[in-house]
């Protein structure tokens, strides 16, 4: 079965401190792997996805497929970039499920 | 282009009672998912259609949640009867492309339901 893993609920860094959020994923075969962020008071929306291979925001994303992870990484954290992040996972296949992790709040600190 | 919109934002029930959302997609999208999510969880799908097809319901409770897409556009959710463990956030989604889970989703502002 699908499943994603974040292991921290909450991550809280200081502005200009490197962050990274964990995820890993469990499927059987090759998943499309992504993030979604919902800032405060704002809707879910696509941050990044792997097959896109782009840095958003700063944001990078590699895929593991060894240690079957997808860890968003930005090497100088901001405070905008507080916000609530969920790692989710497709398979290409029709009517595959899409599932998400239970997300990481990320709280940058002044 | 205007977004995904749902109605109501909010809804208390009481447990028993019946409960319906709705959802309008972006204009032209194929794909629309409904999202259930618990407070302090990830969103979990509950129905994803494809135009007015069902491509997927694996995860919806079958016995008191129903869902349709009229003409493919607009979608409704319901849940008859509600129980206390349906309090959540009703999400909706919707995405450009046919048969392909992979495409970016646009997500709606959400409903919060508290059964009481």
């Known amino acids: 079965a699908q499943r994603v893993t974040q292991p921290e609920k909450l991550l809280s860094v200081f502005k200009g401190a490197p962050v990274e959020l964990k995820c890993n994923y469990s499927y059987s075969g090759s998943p499309e792997l992504f993030w979604y962020v919902q800032y405060s008071r704002q809707r879910l929306q696509l941050l990044l996805r792997h097959i896109s291979r782009e840095s958003i925001k700063g944001f990078t994303a590699d895929l593991n497929k060894g240690e079957t992870s997808f860890h968003l990484k930005k090497p100088f954290a901001q405070e905008e970039d507080s916000a609530m992040y969920y790692c989710a996972l497709s398979g290409y296949n029709y009517g595959q499920n899409f599932v998400f992790g239970p997300g990481t709040r990320l709280s940058v600190l002044p | 282009e205007a977004g995904v919109a749902q109605s109501p934002r909010y809804k208390i029930i009481e447990k028993r009672q019946s409960v319906a959302f709705w959802c309008n997609p972006i204009s032209g999208h194929a794909t629309l998912y409904w999202y259930q999510q618990i407070l302090g969880q990830g969103p979990k799908l509950l129905i994803q259609f494809q135009n007015n097809g069902v491509v997927d319901d694996s995860q919806l409770p079958k016995d008191r949640f129903s869902a349709e897409r009229l003409k493919g556009v607009d979608s409704t959710l319901k849940i008859q009867p509600a129980k206390l463990e349906d309090s959540a956030v009703y999400l909706c989604?919707?995405?450009?492309?046919?048969?392909?889970?992979?495409?970016?989703?646009?997500f709606g502002p959400g409903t919060r339901l508290t059964v009481l």
């Open positions: 989604a919707s995405s450009l492309a046919l048969a392909v889970s992979t495409d970016t989703q646009y």
